[in-house]
C-alpha cells in the first residue's frame, strides 16, 4: 500500500471553518475512489465523503451542506473543505484511495493517510 500525506487538522470552535489537504502519490492507471473517513475516540471509522472517478462527488448526511471536497489533479491533492463546524465533528480525519469497490467502504481503501486530529469545541 501507499501512504497519502494529509495537512491541516487542528482545534476550531462550533461554527468555525478548517480545510483538510491530502497529498496523493503519482498512481499508474486510474483510481475509482479517493475518499474521507473519520473515527471518534471508541467509535467506528466512519466514512465523511469521497469523489468517484475524478468526477462524482457524494456526501455523508452528517456533513451535507457544510463540507465540501475537491480535488486538484494537478497537485493530486485532494481537499475536505469543513464549514459550520460541530463538537461532534470532533475525530481524526483520514484520507484513502482505492482503485474499485463500494466508494463508502472502508475496507474498500488500500491506501490510507497518517490520520489527522480535528476537535471542535462548544
Known amino acids: 500500500s501507499v501512504q497519502l500525506v494529509e495537512s491541516g487538522g487542528g482545534s476550531a470552535q462550533a461554527g468555525e471553518s478548517l480545510r483538510l489537504s491530502c497529498v496523493f502519490p503519482?498512481?499508474?492507471?486510474?483510481?475509482?475512489?479517493m475518499g474521507w473517513f473519520r473515527q471518534a475516540p471508541g467509535k467506528e471509522r466512519e466514512w465523511v465523503a469521497n469523489i468517484l472517478a475524478y468526477r462524482s462527488i457524494f456526501y455523508a448526511d452528517s456533513v451535507k451542506g457544510r463540507f465540501t471536497l475537491s480535488q486538484d489533479r494537478a497537485k493530486n491533492t485532494l481537499y475536505l473543505e469543513m464549514n459550520n463546524l460541530k463538537p461532534e465533528d470532533t475525530a481524526v480525519y483520514y484520507c484513502?484511495?482505492?482503485?474499485?469497490?463500494?466508494?463508502?467502504?472502508?475496507?474498500?481503501?488500500?491506501?490510507w493517510g497518517q490520520g489527522t486530529q480535528v476537535t471542535v469545541s462548544s
Open positions: 503519482e498512481y499508474s492507471g486510474a483510481i475509482l475512489c
Open positions: 484513502a484511495a482505492a482503485r474499485d469497490g463500494h466508494c463508502a467502504a472502508a475496507n474498500t481503501y488500500n491506501d
